[in-house]
Antibody, heavy 121, light 110 residues
């Protein structure tokens, strides 16, 4: 059973870069035609897709965040990462990494526990 | 402002049947399947319904989903206290080329 775990700083200063990693266990980030996603949730609000990376390495980002987001895959470490530049208080949220149910699906069946990131000086 | 529209809250008494709606447009729900997630506060979302009406292994058949046109619904029958949680609808949006979510509905079991 695949498990995901997010890691990274819980506090980031405004204008700096938020960097998170999602470690994958029980499976390989390079197997199958899956994509791996980052999703966030501000306190008391709904979920927002940040972007995704396919096992081929190709990426797609939420248009509202595209200019600030980079998602990358590290097959040697079996993890994928998120970088969000020029952060503001509006980027304060719980950040989740997630895996789709099967190739061709857009249902996320495996989620990390989430990591809270606060943007504050 | 979420792409999909859900009522912010819903409630019911134990044993009742409750439905939660999710409204979208032709570029999302109208053209794609809908998934539903259950989220207990402080925890990650859990896949509840996928492809409009399919339940993952372990999800009770008290939970059911449906879709019609640009709207979808989640129904919970035989409501139990453990069903108290936030429920999120989700689908793909062809215009945004990515997954989109509703704002979530907080279900209270009275």
């Amino acid at each position: 059973q695949v498990q995901l775990q997010e890691s990274g700083p819980g506090l980031v200063k405004p204008s700096q870069t938020l960097s998170l990693t999602c470690s994958v266990s029980g499976g390989s980030v390079s197997s199958g035609s899956y994509y791996w996603s980052w999703i966030r949730q501000p306190a008391g609000k709904g979920l927002e897709s940040i972007g995704r990376i396919y096992t081929t390495g190709s990426t797609n980002y939420n248009p509202s965040l595209k200019s600030r987001v980079t998602i990358s895959l590290d097959m040697s470490k079996n993890h994928f990462s998120l970088k969000l530049t020029s952060v503001t208080a509006a980027d304060t949220a719980v950040y989740y990494c997630a895996k789709i149910l099967r190739p061709g699906s857009n249902a996320f069946d495996i989620w990390g526990r989430g990591t809270m990131v606060t943007v504050s000086s | 402002q979420s792409v999909l529209t859900q009522p912010p809250s819903a409630s019911g008494t134990p044993g009742q049947r409750v439905t939660i709606s999710c409204s979208g447009s032709s570029s999302n729900i109208g053209d794609n399947v809908v998934n539903w997630y259950q989220q207990v506060p402080g925890t990650a979302p859990k896949l509840l319904i996928y492809t409009n009406n399919q339940r993952p292994s372990g999800v009770p058949d008290r939970f059911s989903g449906s879709k019609s046109g640009t709207s979808a619904s989640l129904a919970i029958s035989g409501l139990q206290s453990e069903d108290e949680a936030d429920y999120h609808c989700a689908t793909w949006d062809d215009s945004l080329n990515g997954p989109v979510f509703g704002g979530g509905t907080k279900l209270t079991v009275l």
